[in-house]
């Protein structure tokens, strides 16, 4: 693992060592590792999402369609039921 040397302002130390205190983190490390992490992934469904919204419809949802969706749930709906 390698190693990042990071200057904050006493107010932004403050409140990392707040969120750490707080929140369970282990170390102060553990929650920007943390930071990092969610913002990566954040950055990932955001360009998955615009992919998809660029990309052509492969079906139409229409009445049809929903309809087959509500159909293949309702046997799994019923699961349990009786008891």
């Known amino acids: 693992m390698s190693t990042m040397r990071v200057s904050l302002p006493t107010s932004l130390k403050s409140f990392v060592d707040e969120q750490?205190?707080?929140r369970g983190f282990a170390?102060?490390?553990?929650?920007i590792r943390a930071l990092i992490r969610h913002d990566r992934d954040r950055q990932h469904l955001r360009s998955?999402?615009?992919e998809g919204g660029t990309s052509a419809s492969s079906v139409t949802a229409?009445?049809?369609y929903f309809q087959k969706l509500r159909d293949g749930i309702a046997p799994h709906a019923r699961i349990g039921e009786g008891r």
Do not use: I, K, N
């Open 20 to 22: 750490v205190t707080h």
């Open 27 to 31: 170390t102060r490390s553990a929650y």
């Open 48 to 50: 998955l999402m615009f």
């Open 62 to 64: 229409d009445t049809t």
